[in-house]
């Protein structure tokens, strides 16, 4: 870790990629490490998943666990052409599944579907806790952010809510515009702030400057254990995701959101990093 670039989200150009990183540290971390890495490496073969079923030929990301033939192999297995594969996650088999039945289904997102499942599967899987409560994060944020979607087009909410914890029931069953979710989610003001902005890109800036500064804050005396190189990771994620956009116009834009973000967080000074 001391050795690795420091990473700031406002460089929206990074100087190092996930595939790097991960190339360095199959030499350089044990078994059990590299397994609780492979849960958010399983992330990128979600969305390869889609965008199999949607193209067979498509080009795919390289940072999952699967091949492009394993994953079409998955779509055999789950459609019931090939019973021999059922290695691969029971939750993308059952995606594939599903997506087969309601790809035609007006307010079907395949990109949300497979995401809440796959942070379903983590919340549940992943024996460690900084990472479980990332996921748990996403999975709470990704629900919100879904309800609020289904709230606007006039959808039934419960229908595209995942998970049966106590945050998802309260968004199935309350009418509040917060669900009522404060007591649960320390954090819920600054999602409800982000859900309120009506520029799309601006808005998912805005929460991957929440996520960032979650990480920061979780990790701050943590600097060199699995937990940090995760987060490290997630960081890096968020970086090349954005870099694919106007270079300046997104550091500007990444710098004053975390501006505003620092100004009303509620944590001390010391735990936001510079």
């Given at each position: 870790?001391?050795?690795?670039?420091?990473?700031?989200?406002?460089?929206?150009?990074?100087?190092?990629?996930?595939t790097?990183?991960?190339?360095?540290?199959?030499?350089?971390?044990?078994?059990h490490?590299?397994?609780?890495?492979?849960?958010?490496?399983?992330?990128?073969?979600?969305?390869n998943l889609v965008?199999l079923?949607?193209?067979?030929?498509?080009?795919?990301?390289?940072?999952?666990?699967?091949?492009?033939?394993?994953?079409?192999?998955?779509?055999e297995?789950?459609?019931?052409?090939?019973?021999?594969t059922?290695?691969?996650?029971?939750?993308?088999?059952q995606?594939?599944a599903?997506?087969?039945?309601?790809?035609?289904?007006?307010?079907?997102?395949?990109?949300?579907e497979?995401l809440?499942?796959?942070?379903?599967?983590?919340?549940?899987?992943?024996?460690?806790?900084?990472?479980?409560?990332?996921?748990?994060?996403?999975?709470?944020?990704?629900?919100?952010?879904?309800?609020?979607?289904?709230?606007?087009?006039?959808w039934?909410v419960s229908?595209?809510?995942?998970?049966?914890?106590?945050?998802?029931?309260?968004?199935?069953?309350?009418?509040?515009?917060?669900?009522?979710?404060?007591?649960?989610?320390?954090?819920l003001?600054e999602?409800?702030?982000?859900v309120?902005?009506?520029?799309?890109?601006?808005?998912?800036?805005?929460?991957?400057?929440?996520k960032?500064?979650?990480?920061?804050?979780?990790?701050?005396?943590?600097t060199?254990?699995?937990?940090?190189?995760?987060?490290?990771?997630?960081?890096?994620?968020?970086q090349?995701?954005?870099?694919?956009?106007?270079?300046?116009?997104?550091?500007?834009t990444?710098?004053?959101?975390?501006?505003?973000?620092?100004s009303?967080?509620?944590?001390?000074?010391?735990?936001?990093r510079?």
């Amino acid at each position: 870790m001391a050795g690795l670039p420091e990473l700031q989200l406002s460089d929206t150009k990074p100087g190092y990629s996930i595939t790097q990183l991960r190339e360095e540290l199959q030499a350089e971390i044990g078994r059990h490490d590299e397994q609780l890495l492979q849960f958010l490496f399983l992330r990128h073969d979600c969305q390869n998943l889609v965008s199999l079923l949607r193209n067979p030929e498509a080009e795919l990301e390289t940072t999952g666990l699967y091949t492009s033939e394993q994953l079409l192999e998955l779509v055999e297995d789950a459609r019931g052409i090939d019973l021999g594969t059922s290695a691969y996650p029971q939750f993308l088999r059952q995606f594939v599944a599903d997506y087969d039945q309601n790809a035609s289904r007006e307010g079907y997102y395949p990109e949300d579907e497979v995401l809440l499942t796959y942070y379903d599967y983590c919340t549940k899987r992943c024996p460690d806790g900084l990472m479980r409560r990332w996921y748990q994060l996403n999975y709470d944020v990704t629900n919100i952010m879904t309800a609020m979607i289904a709230r606007r087009q006039g959808w039934k909410v419960s229908d595209f809510i995942k998970g049966d914890g106590e945050v998802q029931e309260m968004i199935r069953t309350n009418d509040a515009k917060d669900f009522n979710l404060g007591s649960l989610l320390p954090y819920l003001s600054e999602i409800m702030k982000i859900v309120d902005e009506e520029d799309p890109v601006r808005k998912e800036r805005m929460l991957d400057a929440f996520k960032w500064m979650w990480l920061d804050e979780q990790t701050f005396a943590d600097t060199f254990s699995i937990e940090a190189v995760f987060a490290y990771l997630c960081k890096l994620e968020i970086q090349e995701r954005w870099a694919r956009l106007d270079v300046e116009q997104g550091k500007e834009t990444f710098e004053r959101i975390i501006n505003e973000l620092r100004s009303e967080a509620e944590v001390p000074e010391e735990f936001i990093r510079k």
